[in-house]
């Protein structure tokens, strides 16, 4: 099966400018994932849906942050205004509940840097 | 919050070499998954443990899981230099949407 996809892989801006990252999770996967990963940390979760839900969003800073899963499919990540601390890597995952494992899948990430 | 400890944070070893890493968590929890990543790379499953008492082995990679005492570890046999790689681990409240809590991680390199 295709595995989670995102786009884009790389961005540089500015600070005080926006960014926007996509994700499309693994087909039949309920729950998608953002997580915010800076360089020598273990990833941070920023938001949760289930379906078109949010499930938890407590460590996302959301006056700066937002996201939506559009019919419980696809999602987006957006950044208004950037700044300097936002620099990191942007992974989304997905996971399929109802089975034991619950194991959440890894995209490949979208690696900001903002200058 | 939970919290998820990992050491060491830097392991320098010599190939075919065995060492341990430590995963420990600060709340109950039944389901630990550790993963791997590459420089530049997203995280990869290596195991998922489901229980207290779980042993897993893939390849050099072995993981257990004590849930009583709150501890997971990841055993390396015979180490090679493909293993070098950033190791996490992440423990999962399963009545808190299954979210998940990583760890610091370990910086493995293994040294030809």
């Known amino acids: 099966e295709a595995g989670v996809a995102q786009s884009p892989r790389y961005k540089i801006i500015e600070k005080r400018q926006s960014v926007a990252f996509w994700c499309n999770p693994i087909?039949?996967?309920?729950?998608l994932y953002w997580y915010q990963q800076i360089l020598g940390q273990g990833p941070k979760l920023l938001i949760q849906?289930?379906?078109?839900?949010?499930?938890?969003d407590s460590q996302l800073p959301k006056d700066r942050f937002s996201a939506e899963r559009l019919k419980g499919v696809d999602s987006t990540l957006k950044i208004q205004p950037a700044k300097l601390e936002d620099s990191a890597v942007y992974l989304c995952?997905?996971?399929?509940?109802?089975?034991?494992?619950?194991?959440?899948?890894f995209g490949p990430g979208t690696r900001l840097t903002v200058t | 919050e939970l919290k998820v400890e990992q050491n060491p944070l830097f392991l320098s070893m010599q190939e075919g070499k065995n060492y341990t890493i430590y995963c420990n968590y600060s709340t109950t929890s039944d389901r630990l998954y550790w993963y791997r990543q590459d420089p530049g790379k997203s995280l990869e499953s290596l195991f998922v443990?489901?229980?207290?008492?779980a042993v897993k082995q893939e390849g050099r990679l072995m993981a257990s899981l004590d849930t009583k005492a709150r501890l997971s570890t990841l055993h390396i046999t015979a180490a090679v230099h493909d293993l070098s790689a950033t190791y996490f681990c992440a423990v999962a409240r399963r009545y808190a949407g299954n979210q998940f809590y990583f760890g610091t991680g370990t910086s493995l390199t293994v040294i030809p």
């Open positions: 087909s039949g996967h309920a729950t």
């Open positions: 995952a997905s996971s399929r509940l109802g089975q034991g494992r619950h194991e959440q899948y």
């Open positions: 849906f289930q379906n078109n839900g949010v499930v938890d």
């Open positions: 443990l489901l229980s207290n008492g």
